[in-house]
């Protein structure tokens, strides 16, 4: 497993940005626009103000909002479970279980956005990640601060606050980008004004079983 290409952002806790191998890129927004219509929808479960959000897989419990179904390959899964790995290995968390739980698409299309929100499993434990599949090259007009865009940007908010602190992370995002965070971690997507071109980003949990006292390694 190459992750020699990854970037450390510390908020009180890590989140690291990956790139995503192209032929990973590739496949995931191929399942996407060629079986859009047999994509379970996973409105139900999310929070996003957002009419597109399909599901690619999920092995949480079975509930009237969602079954248990997979429309990935072996080797995607694999490719997310080892950058999940690296991230807990990163952070010396040793020993730990990890579970792959959901991942699902968003398409967003001008105005839809998603509030501030926390991410969950079937454990309380875990781990988040966003995955850029497509940017409109235009986000739309900023009517302030011009030289401070916000439309369409990702917002991670840091379990860190007061004078002098970095207390969030809103990343210049481009395709293939990859980012994993902690459940707990406050996050959020603000709306685009282009009415020509959709955002589109896929969402990925893992649970991971450890004990935060004893699961942690000295440096």
Wanted: aromatic share 14%; charged share 25%; net charge positive.
């Amino acid at each position: 497993m190459d992750t020699s290409d990854f970037k450390f952002i510390w908020l009180g806790q890590t989140i690291l940005r990956y790139e995503v191998p192209l032929d990973i890129f590739n496949t995931l927004n191929g399942i996407y626009e060629t079986n859009f219509a047999n994509l379970p929808d996973a409105h139900r479960q999310l929070v996003g103000k957002i009419e597109k959000e399909n599901s690619l897989f999920y092995n949480g419990p079975s509930s009237k909002r969602m079954h248990k179904h997979n429309m990935l390959s072996p080797y995607v899964l694999k490719w997310f479970e080892d950058r999940f790995k690296h991230y807990l290995d990163f952070n010396r968390i040793s020993p730990y279980k990890v579970r792959m739980n959901s991942i699902w698409i968003n398409e967003m299309k001008e105005g839809e956005y998603n509030p501030v929100h926390i991410h969950q499993g079937t454990m309380y434990t875990g781990l988040s990640s966003v995955m850029v599949l497509k940017l409109p090259t235009d986000m739309g007009p900023e009517y302030a601060r011009h030289d401070f865009k916000m439309n369409g940007r990702l917002q991670i908010l840091g379990n860190v606050a007061g004078q002098f602190v970095k207390s969030d992370y809103s990343p210049n995002m481009k395709e293939r980008d990859f980012y994993i965070f902690p459940y707990d971690m406050r996050h959020c997507v603000y709306p685009h004004r282009n009415s020509k071109a959709h955002r589109r980003t896929l969402a990925a949990n893992t649970d991971v079983d450890y004990n935060p006292v004893t699961s942690r390694t000295a440096a």
